[in-house]
């Protein structure tokens, strides 16, 4: 049965030619074909809701689970509604470039999801060239995006994300549009831009956080769009557990370096604009500037957490631009109640322009993200346990890591583990997955301490390291591996970073076989 549009959903769209492509979105399920390109906007949140729930359900009703498949193209995470729910239903052959949901994670790790990353500032550059849909003709069979509004002249006004939604639009055959009537429009709180191939690239003039180089809507081919969908759908929430002693004493680390840079004249008074990445620690860093000195603060960043908010109503915060926000449900009912107080100190922007190594580094971004693991000399694993078992992915971290002011990277020095009441230590000789080296670093913290890496040579950082960051269980043992480490490779003139591969081999093994790194014999 054809919807039948309420008003709501046709002051949303403003250009009269198109009502008579509103559709239920059950009227959109013979549109799509087995192995098609699909691209969904979305970039944590921002994702269409109602249409892939509808063939999800079609595929679940007709016995069709496994027999229809996707390639899906995304800015980044989408809500696990639609990422796990598929793949439980086998619908995902491939899909780039994040991902946070448990089934997928899983079928992932048993070979059944064909699922890669990359920077997501590259990927939303190389996405817009066409290299991820080569095999497809460079490119999408269909765009389903999510939006606030369409203007007069057919342009998309996106949700609560912007992501790679310009790069879909002009690669996709066909285009749906969910216009969310649940949330209010956001127009006016975007900067979209699209991307220019070489030879014809242009500077991004950004000289300051609130700078506005885009347009506030996307513009779209009117014929390209074959159906609007309403979706009534809420914003899932993320659920982020609270500040445990250990991020707060992570917090405090950052903060006090932070100041110390003050002091030697290393930072203004208000610092530099600030990234962060996603989760209970980034929460907590941001938590520990509500109590510090600092005033006047920005972020530059990929996606607005929950504690921004408070950051705002504190008077510390002047400005956020973001790629997406992450909120907790209360959060978002806390942003659409006060819209008119928090949109004008907020944009959001494409991946492509937040994750840009040339805005990065003219802000001077101060960047802090979580890792898996940080090794004795600085190498970083974000996305790979044992060197094969995916977590999430890279996401960004890596733009932000090689172009910042200061690139910090924050874990507490032990995860848990059933199998050793002290946990397993998050500092290791050597990480099993590199996804940022050594030389994109400059500051590593745990709760145990902070080490600032700058200037050190591979083995004055591996002995700072051992010193400052490691748990005091696992202290002993690193240090003994690093001892023999040094003896070794100075016998053999390869001490410049000192490594027993054979070691290490051993440890991931034990490791892998025990899920601890206790290691009680390094010989």
């Not at 014809?200 to 506030?216: A, C, E, F, M, S």
């Not at 290393?266 to 990234?275: A, D, S, V, Y």
């Not at 410049?496 to 290490?504: I, N, T």
Request: aromatic letters at 8%; hydrophobic letters at 40%; one cysteine or more.
């Amino acid at each position: 049965m054809t919807a039948i549009p309420g008003e709501g959903l046709l002051h949303r769209i403003r250009n009269p030619r198109l009502h008579a492509k509103i559709m239920d979105a059950e009227e959109t399920i013979p549109l799509f074909k087995n192995g098609m390109y699909l691209g969904f906007s979305g970039f944590a949140e921002g994702n269409p809701k109602a249409v892939p729930a509808a063939l999800a359900d079609y595929v679940e009703r007709n016995g069709l689970v496994g027999k229809m498949r996707f390639n899906v193209f995304t800015g980044a995470s989408i809500g696990i509604d639609v990422d796990d729910r598929w793949t439980e239903l086998g619908m995902i052959d491939r899909r780039w470039p994040h991902q946070q949901g448990d089934s997928i994670r899983k079928a992932i790790n048993a070979g059944e999801v064909n699922f890669g990353d990359r920077h997501l500032g590259m990927y939303a550059q190389d996405f817009g060239y066409g290299f991820f849909t080569l095999e497809n003709n460079d490119k999408l069979d269909i765009g389903v995006i999510e939006a606030s509004c369409i203007t007069e002249d057919g342009s998309i006004v996106p949700t609560l994300s912007v992501g790679i939604i310009s790069q879909i639009v002009e690669r996709a055959e066909k285009i749906i549009i969910e216009i969310n009537t649940r949330i209010p429009s956001l127009e006016g709180i975007h900067d979209c831009l699209g991307v220019d191939t070489p030879p014809n690239k242009r500077i991004y003039p950004i000289q300051n956080v609130q700078d506005r180089i885009g347009l506030t809507s996307i513009p779209c081919d009117s014929e390209k769009i074959v159906a609007i969908v309403e979706s009534r759908k809420f914003p899932l929430g993320r659920l982020f557990g609270p500040y445990d002693e250990k991020s707060e004493q992570i917090a405090t680390h950052i903060v006090d370096f932070l100041k110390a840079e003050v002091r030697q004249g290393r930072l203004p008074k208000n610092l530099l604009p600030l990234q962060s990445g996603v989760g209970t620690i980034a929460n907590a860093v941001f938590g520990g500037l509500l109590n510090s000195p600092f005033e006047h603060l920005t972020v530059w960043t990929e996606v607005f957490q929950d504690i921004l908010l408070d950051l705002f109503d504190s008077g510390k915060l002047d400005y956020v631009s973001a790629a997406s926000f992450a909120f907790s449900e209360d959060a978002v009912k806390r942003l659409f109640a006060n819209w008119d107080t928090y949109s004008p100190k907020i944009v959001l922007r494409p991946s492509q322009i937040t994750n840009h190594a040339e805005v990065i580094r003219r802000l001077g971004l101060i960047a802090m993200n979580t890792p898996i693991e940080f090794d004795i000399y600085g190498h970083v694993n974000s996305s790979i346990v044992n060197g094969s078992r995916i977590i999430n992915g890279l996401g960004g971290s890596g733009d932000f890591m090689r172009n910042a002011y200061l690139s910090i990277m924050h874990t507490p020095s032990t995860r848990p583990s059933k199998s050793d009441p002290n946990g397993i230590s998050c500092v290791v000789p050597m990480v099993s997955h590199v996804d940022h080296t050594e030389h994109d670093l400059d500051i590593l913290v745990t709760e145990q301490g902070l080490a600032d890496l700058r200037g050190l040579a591979p083995r004055q950082r591996a002995q700072r390291v051992i010193d400052t960051c490691v748990h005091p269980e696992y202290k002993p043992v690193l240090q003994d591996y690093y001892d023999r480490a040094l003896r070794t490779c100075l016998a053999s003139n390869s001490a410049h970073e000192p490594q027993m591969l054979y070691k290490v081999f051993n440890m991931y093994k034990h490791l892998e076989e025990k899920g601890t790194m206790k290691v009680a014999n390094w010989d």
